[in-house]
């Protein structure tokens, strides 16, 4: 297991090789109590205001479908980056199948798109603690920061969705969301030394 630590900050990801795989993972706290932080991540409007369009089916062996909200700004950050999205595919669209399910302390589901996502919610007095994971069977490492940076802004705007500021990427993105991705993203760069 390789860890690669771009931890530079308590809320930061780090990034975890293991036999394989890569695991991407966060541990942020939210001064909310758990059942509405697990609203957060299971209902359908709830998603839309920090993270995709929704559909789930809330069951073991249900499915998951997110339309991210942000693609246009995905594909202008990968041709910022030299990356040509056309090349990529369609990274828009997650189906995926949730594979555990233990409300309101752990969803995972398996996607064909970011491969296993897995969202741990534990009281931590009147807040919560998600760990989040994503674990792949391969992250080029174009893509590693690129990632971090990624999940670490939608954990920002989860953070402003849970105290009733919902992110509009039509509007908040040149002001607020892409600043915020860009200095993530060269902290990671840098931490990764990828810089």
């Known amino acids: 297991m390789v860890e690669r630590n771009a931890a530079t900050a308590v809320e930061d990801g780090v990034l975890i090789e293991r036999g ?36 789930i089916d809330l069951r073991k062996g249900g499915s998951v479908m997110l339309r991210w909200q942000n693609r246009e700004q995905a594909d202008e950050v990968m041709r910022r980056e030299g990356i040509d999205p056309e090349e ?5 669209i997650l189906h995926g199948t949730i594979t555990e399910l233990d409300p309101p302390r752990l969803l995972e589901w398996d996607g064909d798109i970011h491969g296993t996502l897995r969202w741990e919610l534990r009281p931590d007095g009147d807040g919560t603690v998600l760990t989040f994971t994503s674990t792949m069977d391969e992250l080029e490492e174009k893509f590693e920061s690129m990632n971090l940076a990624g999940w670490h802004l939608h954990f920002d705007i989860l953070e402003r969705a849970l105290e009733g500021k919902p992110f509009d990427w039509a509007t908040d993105w040149d002001e607020w969301g892409m600043p915020r991705w860009e200095e993530h993203h060269r902290r990671y760069l840098a931490a990764l030394g990828n810089a």
């Open 20 to 55: 394989g795989t890569y695991e991407l993972r966060f541990q942020r706290r939210f001064g909310h109590p758990v059942e509405r932080v697990w609203a957060a991540l299971t209902e359908p409007e709830e998603l839309k205001t920090w993270l995709a369009e929704a559909e």
């Open 88 to 92: 990529e595919g369609d990274t828009g």
